[in-house]
Each structure stands twice: as C-alpha cells, then as structure tokens.
C-alpha cells in the first residue's frame, strides 16, 4: 500500500459529505463558500500543485483545481490527472479554504485516484497560507 493510496482514502474517510463520481460535471455540483468547504475539511487546508513558472504566483484568476491530499512530485500525475503531464509540478501553495469563493466538489478525478475541488474563481493572496509562496516537495 502506497503512501499517496493510504492519503487519499483518510481523506476520503475525513469526508463526511459523499464525494461525486469522476464523470460527474463540475458545473452540476453545488457552488458553495470557502467557509463551508472548510468546515467540510475539518481544518485542513487545500493544495494546488505548481511548476517552476508559478511558484511566486500571489493569485490564480480561476477556475483552477485542487486537492485536500499531500503526493510527492512522482504520486501527482496518476492521482490527480493533471493537464500537461509532462509538466512537473515540483512546488505547492497552501490555501485557506475559509478565504475562497465559489467553490465546487468534492469529486474523484477522472482518470486519476484523488479528490478535487474547483475553485471557480481562483484565490486571491489572501488564500494563501504561510510562508505567502508556493513551497518544494518531494
């Protein structure tokens, strides 16, 4: 058992709410406040994975994706099914769900193994948590 398929089953477990299907779309799921999906997450933040080109991004203008789950650069790709494989995603931002708007999911990633939220409208820099940057993983 793999620590990536170990992750995202507790956070699947810590999901009260029922996650929807991979094929279900985005835009059929309710479009909820951050406040809400940070009471759904019990205190966890949300992590969008970057490259090298958007580690000092201080906001996203949406809709982008992201994850309640930690992977390692090489977990990314089979479970979160990202747009560009062959872009690697060596950085994370952490967000403070309590300070998005429109926000969407959860849901399974098709033809990935993870969770994903959309962020309809992206973050502004006040989403992001400290240090105030997107920081490398392994």
């Not at 060596?90 to 769900?97: A, C, K, N, S, Y």
Request: glycine letters at 8%; aromatic letters at 8%.
């Amino acid at each position: 058992m793999s620590c990536a398929w170990m992750a995202t089953h507790l956070d699947s477990l810590m999901l009260k709410k029922s996650i929807a299907p991979p094929l279900a779309p985005m835009i059929q799921l309710e479009l909820r406040d951050g406040k809400d999906v940070a009471k759904e997450l019990s205190g966890r933040v949300l992590l969008r994975y970057v490259g090298d080109r958007n580690v000092h991004e201080r906001s996203h203008p949406g809709p982008t994706f992201v994850t309640p789950t930690p992977y390692s650069v090489d977990d990314l790709h089979a479970y979160l099914a990202l747009p560009g494989p062959e872009k690697l995603r060596t950085h994370v931002v952490w967000l403070d769900p309590e300070k998005l708007k429109g926000v969407r999911g959860p849901r399974w990633c098709n033809l990935g193994s993870g969770i994903e939220y959309e962020l309809t409208e992206g973050y502004t820099e006040e989403a992001i948590l400290s240090p105030g940057w997107a920081v490398k993983i392994r």
